[in-house]
């Protein structure tokens, strides 16, 4: 086979994809089922140090660990890494902290139909962020390859464009057909923070609807913090095994929080706050104004209550959850 | 908008399975449902499988895209539907386009580490235009979008035209199909893949056309005039898809 | 990197693993929602082939589809070939009526602690079989590469073994880290037989306990005959879309079978015949016996319910739920 | 029986995740569950996780491995989190053994085209001795079974000692870690990885040792004797892990 002209990105991959490394760390790692709850503010404090490699569950506005979120900006956490995979409003949280200085871009500073965040860009815009390329489907595999204890997966994505001549894939052949394809590095990092439906004590957590990638992101991640909208018990989990999407020894950390989600969409639960994610985007539009709106939202508020009741309140939620439900 | 809309539901026939984003490609099949295609299967990159909306989603991740659906699943899942050959169409928009439907979704300016405006990214447009079947675009079109050169190829097109996508290593057979704008809608020539005008909309001239793309559409001699939606097509659109007029409201 | 004394299996492929050209057989493919109601007999004389690749659902024991496999031998299906991924009775069934000449093994000729079946092991001792040995991991990856639209998946098993000298993989290094990897081609089947919890008329499926690997073989798949305990309405498939394992355009058949698989195991509504596999195992040693037996059993049974008739009928269904509900 | 038993359970330490088969690995992961071990996870290679097993499993895919259990899920997914490197321990036997811990489950004979004897293959058992950290095997001893040279590698132990398993590229650190027979149990040494006895069954003796096997087994100064079950453990065993003694009954 012909591998003398075969391309490779020149984008830098920020974490190590030797299985061998990871292989090692779960090694040594305890799996003890015990009581794992504690709160927002000892999780990051205990999970996340500045330089980490971040990996943020849901899709930007639906399902997201918003209180970790801004629990690592309120810890002015530094130098993270983060991958934007369908990181719509929490990169606009991460971007407001300026938490991070390298990010691996699927998709970043927009919100989807809602337009693209003004502060985001700012600090994209700025070249103090190194930026590697990928797209959605890459950085799923990524955290797919990691998930299943491989160095890397093949994929037939990214081939010919620029995306790839910014990404950290190399180009390889089929040993058995001959077909080109990308070769996509696994990705495992250091922290991941998830929010699901239900979990127990221990970490067996369920998700309703779509899954994004939190079932590889999890088995993918060194630490796992885990918000959850209900604690429910281990016998409730044993009831419907097929329900179980994170197995407890991916998890380090539970912590209940009811309306965790919010201001984003949680299926089946309560929709997204449309209005609130307006307000944060035209606030940004002005750098003053904007700095006001973090200090009273997040800088100034002790905890995810404080900002929710700061927005509407249980009012607001109710609202949200009638939106859901009845359309 | 109630135009293009109706074009792009036209050209997804029954039996296809697509892939869709917000806005007008989920209203597109949502009306080709309600009209030609009762079996058109939609797919949400994020994870939903054919749901019965009952709304138009926000996010194409949001509830209401597994509402009633066949199937939730991964972000990974869809886009290895795409890969194993199962998705026939895929609807995708962008800052920039070139020639060949290369488009640019990354960065305005020459420099990456630091870009004079930093777009989203690939998304899973460069997934879906890779491994889905025809790529479909819905843009407006003007001088600046219909670019000769685009600042960062994203999401492949025909690459450089002829067999260069092939030679890429893309699977074989897919590409850029239709461009839907508000001036016409364009394909592609069989052999050079360069851009190539279709059908023209009712009250646009060919120099629109011109006026605004950077480079040279091919305009054959027998281009068409676009059909005006239906009153089947409108009332649908106007009374099912969207009545609240959030999508067909927009210019 | 040193790719110079790099091995390779001397097994052969027995399929494609060339992901074009199932893209190809996809885009061909129409993907109608209609009714795929039929009958054992048409769906096997209709989408099985002599000389076809067969793929069997479930475990061996475990949610098989006993009536498809039974109906291969009744219409004296010839040179197929099968994966033997944990296959036990199903390779019990296909052996006694000689319906193979090649086989990947990952597990065959066994029943699990029942012990080995006489016959199996006469036609895999007959030197008429062609044998490429791979293990159930191997298979499962194989499966998934296919389903995943890729030629090959990297793996870390095999490495060292003569499993691996006689199997159809190839040594690669991971072009990121250098680690030696176990390259395994995609496994694309001609058929599949996958029995069921549920499903509805259109072929969307419900699995209750372990998938194995049916959800890969599914996809991975050109035609699928599914064989269901019972048909349920598409209503009550969209009423929890996370139940669905495997979608409508991956089915070209429906078969409602209740108990269909007998004498195997079905999780949640019947345990396993442990006296009739038993009988199975014990009539094998002795050849003239096991002619009769199949003829009994098989040749001169015109469907699966005069085979269950014959072995105790519903009385035998009801002592079977007992076992599986009390233990 | 019941002894095997009893030293194959003390060997899963707290905490540890193990996949097992059914029969004598079951009840051994099911004791020491009931003993030192409560926070042992058990796993089953065909996608039972951690099941409150109301009775032995006949089949490690059969629907006890799943019963109020933690997850239920695929083979692939179980061979994965081995490949992550989850899983502690594995338990397997074979037809035959080596010196070097490598099992033969697949012929006997010379010739794979036609082979004398043909036996199921590797199943799962080269996938976990390749995975996971540890491998134990119980297994009967005799000349048979503890061969020189095993007709067939299976699955792999120490190939040819030394570093060869890891120069094959199987993950580091991993390989076998203890054989359990009705005579003793045994080790390997730390470098040759040639087995090693270290302990003796009460009632055996060395010669017992030396004539089931084919190979020499090392026998240290400093072997120990087998301590006997327990009368806790004998209690576990006989009336909760196998009350209808399917299993302890065998010889």
């Not at chain 1, 209180?67 to 407001?96: P, W, Y």
């Not at chain 2, 990974?76 to 609807?91: K, N, P, R, S």
Request: charged residues 25%; contains cysteine; neutral net charge.
């Amino acid at each position: 086979m012909d591998t003398a002209n075969l391309k490779q990105g020149i984008g830098e991959i920020f974490a190590s994809p030797n299985s061998d490394e990871m292989r090692d760390f779960f090694r040594k790692k305890k799996k003890l089922i015990e009581d794992k709850r504690t709160t927002v503010k000892d999780a990051v404090q205990k999970y996340v140090h500045n330089g980490d490699y971040l990996a943020i569950g849901g899709f930007g506005g639906v399902r997201i660990p918003t209180a970790l979120v801004h629990e690592v900006v309120r810890q002015k956490k530094k130098d993270l890494g983060f991958s934007g995979h369908v990181s719509t409003h929490d990169c606009q949280i991460l971007s407001a902290g300026n938490c991070f200085n390298r990010c691996d871009a699927a998709y970043i500073v927009g919100l989807e139909a809602r337009g693209l965040s003004k502060n985001a860009r700012r600090v994209f815009e700025s070249g103090n962020i190194k930026v590697t390329e990928w797209t959605n489907g890459a950085l799923s595999w990524r955290f797919k390859a990691a998930a299943m204890g491989l160095p890397y997966l093949p994929s037939r994505v990214m081939l010919g464009t620029d995306t790839f001549k910014y990404s950290g894939a190399k180009e390889g052949l089929c040993p058995f057909t001959g077909q080109k394809l990308a070769l996509l590095p696994a990705l495992y990092p250091d922290v991941a923070f998830i929010h699901v439906h239900r979990a127990d004590i221990y970490g067996n957590c369920q998700i309703e609807g779509i899954l994004v990638a939190d079932d590889d992101i999890a088995k993918a991640s060194k630490r796992v913090i885990v918000t959850t909208e209900k604690i429910i018990s281990n016998e409730e989990i044993r009831r419907e095994p097929h329900k179980t999407v994170i197995p407890y020894w991916c998890v380090d950390a539970v912590i209940e929080i009811p309306y965790g989600s919010y201001p984003g969409n949680m299926p089946g639960e309560y929709y997204s706050d449309e209005e609130h994610l307006m307000e944060w985007l035209k606030t940004e539009k002005d750098p003053e104004a904007f700095k006001a709106f973090i200090d009273k939202n997040i800088y100034n508020t002790k905890s995810f209550y404080e900002y929710l009741e700061l927005n509407g309140g249980m009012k607001k939620i109710l609202k949200l959850k009638q939106i859901e439900h009845l359309f | 908008m109630e135009l293009m809309i109706s074009i792009a539901a036209r050209s997804l026939e029954d039996g296809a399975v697509v892939v869709v984003g917000t806005g007008v490609p989920c209203a597109a099949a949502m009306l080709a449902q309600m009209t030609q295609s009762p079996n058109l299967t939609v797919l949400f990159e994020a994870g939903g499988i054919a749901p019965l909306l009952p709304a138009m989603p926000i996010s194409v991740g949001d509830s209401r895209t597994t509402y009633k659906g066949l199937k939730a699943t991964s972000m990974a899942e869809i886009m290895e539907l795409c890969q194993a050959g199962i998705v026939d169409y895929c609807f995708l928009g962008g800052a920039q386009i070139d020639k060949y439907g290369n488009l640019n979704s990354t960065i305005i300016g020459d420099n990456h580490n630091k870009p004079k405006t930093r777009f989203p990214g690939s998304g899973g447009a460069n997934d879906l235009a890779s491994l889905c079947w025809k790529t479909l675009v819905v843009t407006p079109q003007n001088k600046q979008r219909f670019a000769t050169k685009v600042d960062f190829i994203t999401t492949p097109g025909y690459l450089e035209g002829g067999n260069s996508r092939t030679e890429a290593g893309l699977p074989k057979n897919t590409g850029p199909h239709r461009v839907i704008t508000d001036i016409g809608v364009y394909g592609y020539h069989e052999y050079s893949k360069e851009m190539q005008l279709i059908s023209l909309h009712p009250g646009k001239t060919i120099q629109d056309v011109k006026d605004n793309a950077e480079f040279e559409i091919i305009i054959p001699d027998n281009y068409e005039i676009t059909k005006e939606p239906t009153s089947e097509e409108l009332t649908a659109l106007r009374e099912k898809v969207d009545p609240s007029k959030v999508i067909i409201g927009r210019g």
